[in-house]
């Protein structure tokens, strides 16, 4: 069946960074554009960037640019988010989303806590 596995959320001061991994089985991979969001408490889930099948980045959020980026490894089938110079405003649970034509999948969340 279709599993996205996060990994890598962690607490982490600020100014620090984290690397988080999306895992993913049981649909093409490849075919898939990936996405990151987040959702922080009490706020809606919010697009942080997508990754097209190809690996292109696209769909950044403002708050993020030039501190994040994400990457694709096809044949591994693994996405990654790089988040460099964390800020406590980017607390959230980071969730990994595969979408291709009507099909959607989310993976389970990982908790990213940027305090000191």
């Known amino acids: 069946q279709v599993q996205l596995v996060e990994s890598g959320g962690d607490l982490v001061q600020p100014g620090g960074s984290l690397r988080l991994s999306c895992a993913a089985s049981?649909?093409?991979?490849?075919?898939?554009?990936m996405s990151w969001y987040r959702q922080a408490p009490g706020k809606e889930r919010e697009l942080v960037m997508t990754?097209?099948?190809?690996?292109?980045?696209?769909n950044y959020a403002d708050s993020v640019k030039g501190r994040f980026t994400a990457s694709r490894d096809n044949a591994k089938e693994l996405v990654y988010l790089q988040m460099n110079s964390l800020k406590p405003e980017d607390t959230a649970v980071y969730y990994c989303?595969?979408?291709?034509?009507?099909?959607?999948?989310w993976g389970q969340g990982t908790q990213v806590t940027v305090s000191s």
């Open positions: 990754v097209t099948s190809t690996g292109g980045i696209t």
């Open positions: 049981g649909f093409t991979f490849s075919m898939y554009a």
């Open positions: 989303n595969a979408r291709w034509l009507q099909f959607n999948y």
